[in-house]
């Protein structure tokens, strides 16, 4: 199908997806609903962090030699699929998008295609339940690729160079993330109180930069495509509260393992357990 394809489960009642998403286009679906995954508590998450602080003020090593992205004025979501043919000429805008200082840029590879023939080598069911979750919370009952989702406000095709440079136009972040280097492998982590905003939760989502595949099988058979900022994982690091605001110390080599050198320090609102709207951002490369 040309531009996007889409896939379907539980939808909601009473909500009109071609009325409220008019630039979305039609093919095939499934149902593939998943529970969605336990989540790790925040006091687990800061044993492992604490533990992590210890065992580097003895193993210290070199960390940053990568760069800071602070201040973006919008955090660019894209969803995509090896297995998908109208995926890599967003791939490849996407690329480019992340070239800009004030946009910060995260790719979730799905897995919902991988029955068609080639098997995403980046995909997770984990990156699906979240573009699940942002569909849920916009009252949609679909999903599709290649999708990005501009500050977890809303989603356009994300092979339709137009639409996702208007949704860039007006994008802001009202909360600032600040990250400064304190020697080895330390990075101080300040987000200020801002009164009048709600409350949100700081995800550290670790990505690897760049990777080139060559694709042996289904849609995209025989091309090598070039994929950026690849989501890796993803961890809750605390809650935000706007009167007090909120100051975290964090052990790169720690949290940067396997294949990744990144990560995006997000605050997010939730909304019934749901992604709301992003209310700042900041990133670093290693």
Known sequence: MRGSRQVRWRAPTGVDFDRAFPDHEKSRRFDSRRAPPVPKTVAMLFRRILWGFALSLVFASPVLAGEFKLGPRAVLELFTSQGCSSCPKADAMFEQMGKRPDVVTLAYHVDYW?????????????????????????????????????????????????????????ATLPLTVSLTQQGGDLIDISVPAQAGLPGGTIWLVTFLDRADVAIERGENEGKKVAYTQIVTGRQVLGVWNPKAGAHLTLPVNEVLTGESNGAVILVQQ?????????????????
Do not use: C, H
Request: net charge positive; proline share 4%; glycine share 14%.
């Open 114 to 170: 991988d029955y068609i023939g080639w098997r995403d080598t980046f995909g997770t069911a984990a990156n699906s339940d979240r573009q699940r979750d942002y569909a849920e919370a916009w009252g949609s009952s679909r999903i599709f690729t290649p999708q990005m989702v501009v500050n977890g406000r809303g989603g356009v095709v994300g092979s339709k160079t137009d639409a996702v440079n208007g949704a860039l136009a007006n």
């Open 270 to 286: 939730e909304k019934s357990g749901l992604p709301g709207p992003i209310l700042g951002a900041a990133s670093f490369t290693r």
